[in-house]
């Protein structure tokens, strides 16, 4: 099945830094890669997702990256806020819906004002 | 965007008792929900995967017998964790795909269970 690395764990930037997250994947059929954040107590939300026929992606100040050839994706964020501060999980699907998702384990962010 | 909500947000509830954890979609039809669980400081880990109107199909390592869902309509899927146990304590989170239009899942909120 498939297997979803993430890196760092942790993240500590400074307010205005850039943070990157990096995640590989195992799974060669994977062609679907969003990317959630969650905090506390609460449910995962959807914030930039990538599918296989695109090289990266774009939103305001959240971008990802993929290489397919070498099945990792990347999340960006520019410019962080204090509220930028969360757990972030990388997943991995053979497709959008209908198909399970693999999780990477998380990175804790943390914004210092 | 679409909502997928979860109830109830939290429950305490005694050794070997049973809980029901119910997860809606409010405003879309879902084909198929997924059944999370996440401890302290991990990551989410898949439990089952729930099709409408049919079995769910469970992961690796998840008894079926104590993990009990129901999928009995378009918007309603339900967990019910049965003679639980403390280790069972942990974060429920159920995630709901949008029937025929193949865009992401939805997340609901999540429920957190303490076994005492």
């Known amino acids: 099945g498939e297997n979803v690395e993430q890196h760092p764990s942790t993240l500590s930037v400074q307010e205005g830094d850039s943070a990157v997250i990096k995640c590989t994947y195992s799974d060669s059929a994977s062609n679907y890669f969003p990317w959630y954040k969650q905090e506390l107590g609460k449910g995962p939300q959807l914030i930039i997702d990538?599918?296989?026929?695109?090289g990266e992606k774009k939103d305001q100040r959240i971008a990802v990256t993929l290489n397919k050839t070498a099945k990792h994706f990347s999340l960006h964020i520019t410019e962080t806020q204090p509220e930028d501060s969360a757990v972030y999980f990388c997943?991995?699907?053979?497709?959008?819906?209908?198909?399970?998702?693999?999780f990477g384990g998380g990175t804790r962010v943390l914004v210092k004002p | 965007g679409a909502v997928v909500s979860q109830h109830p947000s939290r429950v305490i509830c005694k050794s070997g008792t049973s809980v029901k954890i119910e997860c809606r979609s409010l405003d879309f039809q879902a084909t198929t929900m997924f059944w999370y669980r996440q401890f302290p400081k991990q990551s989410l880990m898949l439990m089952a995967t729930?099709?409408?109107?049919?079995?769910?199909?469970?992961e690796q390592g998840v008894e079926k017998d104590k993990f009990l869902i129901n999928h009995a309509s378009l918007t309603l899927s339900t967990l019910t964790v049965t003679s639980a146990h403390p280790e069972d304590s942990s974060f429920y989170i159920c995630?709901?795909?949008?029937?025929?239009?193949?865009?992401?899942?939805?997340f609901g909120q999540g429920t957190r269970l303490t076994v005492v």
């Open positions: 990538i599918r296989s026929n695109v």
């Open positions: 995630s709901a795909d949008q029937r025929g239009l193949g865009t992401e899942a939805f």
């Open positions: 729930s099709n409408e109107g049919s079995k769910a199909t469970y």
């Open positions: 997943a991995a699907s053979r497709q959008a819906a209908g198909n399970k998702l693999t």
